[in-house]
């Protein structure tokens, strides 16, 4: 008659399981870790959708549930009508963000270095970021000619105070003898912005984007709520209005993908410019 499986072997058993796991190359790890997240999301989304269908109250929203909108999501790729609507609303983000980018790095590297330009800049800056980017839609609309450059108006609202701080934060942790180090070997306001300034606070720059890009593509889907007839905001509103629920959640698979690739394109960037002093 076999013998029951003690505690301490059980004990051993996961040991020894935890260091062959440990031991595997980081990026098998780091797939199985992903891959556990993901499997318990589409649980719950699972499960979600099985008590909103078996519901009589909400069973009309049951193409909100993992089967209806993963072949809804298939149907889009397949037909390539997805295609247009994501460069849409990507073009509005990378206008919006070159704009954030080339407005937020020069005044964010002022009142990094300008302690006097900090203390001025600091209270209204405070106060304007906390502002929702959505509350501009009504100037947004009455200030620019075309509903596109509205919502790339606010996208750039919404991403200029990200890169702003983290840039003045990077040049505020520069060691200011690089400074005089670079000033006796005769460097001038150019060569110390290129030379010493930007590499050193590149790695803040991108973070700084990186939660840029986060904030405007949160904001994206209801500025496209205006007037527009593209863009995946619009997508959604259209297939709301339409009872589409299938399609709808589809699009939020869409939103959620695009976001991630854009976040780690982020991640990566800010991974490049990394470094450590020795």
Do not use: C
């Amino acid at each position: 008659m076999s013998q029951p499986t003690t505690p301490a072997v059980n004990r051993s058993f996961s040991a020894v399981s935890a260091k062959t796991f440990r031991s595997l190359p980081n990026w098998v790890q780091s797939s199985v870790f992903a891959t556990s997240g993901m499997l318990i999301l589409l649980a719950f989304w699972w499960l979600g959708g099985w008590l909103i269908a078996s519901n009589p109250d909400t069973a009309a929203f049951a193409g909100f549930a993992p089967a209806p909108a993963l072949a809804a999501f298939y149907d889009l790729i397949a037909s390539g009508s997805v295609w247009q609507t994501i460069w849409s609303s990507l073009y509005r983000i990378l206008v919006g963000l070159f704009w954030a980018i080339v407005i937020g790095v020069p005044v964010g590297v002022m009142i990094g270095y300008y302690t006097m330009a900090r203390q001025i800049a600091n209270m209204p800056f405070q106060f304007l970021r906390m502002i929702s980017p959505l509350a501009w839609m009504p100037v947004a609309v009455l200030v620019f000619a075309t509903w596109d450059n509205a919502i790339i108006f606010l996208i750039t609202i919404a991403a200029v105070w990200p890169i702003i701080f983290g840039t003045a934060h990077g040049v505020q942790r520069i060691d200011p003898l690089w400074f005089k180090v670079a000033t006796n070997l005769g460097a001038d306001g150019y060569q110390m912005l290129s030379k010493v300034i930007m590499p050193a606070i590149a790695q803040d720059v991108f973070a700084g984007i990186r939660l840029a890009v986060g904030v405007a593509w949160v904001v994206l889907v209801p500025a496209e709520y205006l007037g527009v007839t593209s863009g995946l905001g619009y997508a959604i509103n259209d297939a709301r209005d339409t009872l589409d629920y299938d399609k709808l959640a589809a699009i939020v698979i869409v939103i959620g993908i695009i976001g991630y690739l854009l976040d780690s394109i982020g991640a990566r960037l800010i991974k490049m410019y990394s470094w450590k002093m020795e």
